[in-house]
């Protein structure tokens, strides 16, 4: 079964600074996505960036870039000039590329805070 | 276009009471499903749907009950509430081709006293 790893529960950060969060996810698989997501404190469930296993170069979406490394199993989470709205926690989730089952499995989450 | 609605927001139960949280999508995906959050560890799914008729479990399905009568709507059904379901529960849609993208509704808040 796959098992995605979130190592850090918390991290913080000061406003206008770059942080990084960590993921790890255990796969046999070749063909999946990988996707980062954003809860704030309303809940909702925000898709920040997304990944597919077969492409080489790393996904960025303004301010959001990853690191995916398929080799190392490693898809991590580069936020940079951090405003306080990008306080949340965030999931790292992993999708087999199978059609019919889209099911998503998350890490347990980073809860982020920002430092005015 | 109101996307995934979930009804209700919050809702507190007894042990024994039965339930139905209901979910509906207006963007025609034939890809539903229900999922809870718990502290610590992350969203885990708990039934799916790839169509009308057709529903299968995710993993931690016990104590649960789904039905897709309609493309619309996946509600679902909490038999016999017990303190183990407390939870927030999140129902999530997705088109079966293109980009896949899985859309969230706001969420319920289910405490079982």
Not at chain 1, 71 to 84: G, T
Not at chain 2, 29 to 50: N, T
């Amino acid at each position: 079964a796959q098992t995605v790893t979130q190592s850090q529960p918390e991290m913080s950060v000061q406003e206008a600074e770059t942080v990084t969060l960590s993921c790890t996810y255990d796969t046999s698989e070749s063909d999946y996505y990988l996707f980062w997501y954003k809860q704030p404190p309303s809940r909702q469930m925000i898709l920040v960036i997304r990944q597919e296993a077969y492409k080489q170069q790393n996904a960025t979406e303004n301010r959001f870039s990853v690191n995916f490394q398929k080799a190392a199993k490693s898809f991590s989470l580069k936020i940079s000039d951090s405003q306080l709205g990008d306080a949340a926690m965030y999931f790292c989730a992993y999708r087999r590329e199978n059609f019919g089952n889209e099911k998503l499995t998350f890490g347990t989450g980073t809860r982020l805070t920002i430092i005015p | 276009n109101a996307g995934v609605t979930q009804t209700p927001k919050f809702q507190v139960l007894k042990t024994g009471q039965s339930m139905t949280l209901q979910c509906a999508q207006d963007m025609n995906h034939e890809y539903m499903s229900w999922y809870r959050q718990d502290p610590g560890m992350g969203l885990r799914l708990i039934h799916y749907s790839v169509g009308a008729g057709i529903t299968d479990q995710g993993e931690v399905p016990n104590g649960y009950n789904v039905s897709r009568s309609t493309t619309e709507d996946f509600p679902l059904r909490l038999l016999s509430a017990a303190p183990s379901q407390t939870s927030v529960y999140f129902c999530a849609s997705s088109p079966l081709q293109g980009r896949k993208k899985l859309f969230f509704g706001s969420g319920t808040q289910l405490s079982v006293l």
